[in-house]
C-alpha cells in the first residue's frame, strides 16, 4: 500500500509556496462565505422584521429595467420602480421593490429573467391603472416593499 501513495515534494521553497497558496484559498472562501451569510442574515432579519406590516394597495408610478453600466457588476441588472401608496389617510410615495435591495431608487439584481417579468407585470399595471399590493411598516409609513411578484 505505502508504494501506492504518491507524495508530492516541491521542494522547502516550494512546499512552502503551496502551504501559503492553500492558506490564501482558505481565507478567501471563508470571507465568501462570510459574506454570503450576512447577505442572508440581512434578508431573514428584514422579513421577520416585517411579518407585522400592513398590506396596501399602491398605484405604479414608473417601472423600468436596464443592464448595469459598470463592466464590474456584469450580469447585474438594475431597475428604478415608484409607487404611491395612502397609509392612514397620508399618501406616500416609495421605491424598494425586494427586501435585499437599500431603500434607493435603484435595485441590482443578478436574475434577469425574473425581474424582466416582474417589471413587465409592474409596467402592465401602471399602464392599465391596476394597483399592486404593497407591504408598509406601520411604526414608519414611508418604509414600504413591493416584494415583487406576478
Known amino acids: 500500500m505505502q508504494d501506492r501513495i504518491r507524495k508530492f ?23 465568501l462565505s462570510a459574506l454570503l451569510v450576512s447577505r442572508v442574515a440581512g434578508l431573514a432579519h428584514d422579513v421577520w422584521r416585517a411579518r407585522d406590516w400592513t398590506s396596501v394597495q399602491a398605484s405604479i408610478l414608473h417601472a423600468s429595467m436596464s443592464s448595469a453600466r459598470e463592466p464590474r457588476k456584469l450580469g447585474y441588472y438594475e431597475t428604478r ?57 406601520p411604526a414608519d409609513p414611508g418604509d414600504a416593499v413591493e416584494i415583487g411578484r406576478a
Open 81 to 137: 420602480v415608484k409607487y404611491r401608496y395612502t397609509f392612514r389617510d397620508k399618501q406616500y410615495e416609495a421605491t424598494r421593490l425586494v427586501f435585499t435591495e437599500t431603500r434607493g431608487e435603484t435595485a441590482e439584481i443578478w436574475d434577469g429573467q425574473w425581474l424582466s417579468t416582474i417589471v413587465s407585470f409592474l409596467e402592465d399595471s401602471r399602464r392599465e391603472g391596476r394597483p399592486v399590493q404593497v407591504f408598509v411598516n
Open 9 to 31: 515534494d516541491f521542494g522547502p521553497l516550494g512546499n512552502r509556496i503551496v502551504m501559503a497558496l492553500g492558506v490564501v484559498l482558505a481565507c478567501a472562501l471563508l470571507l
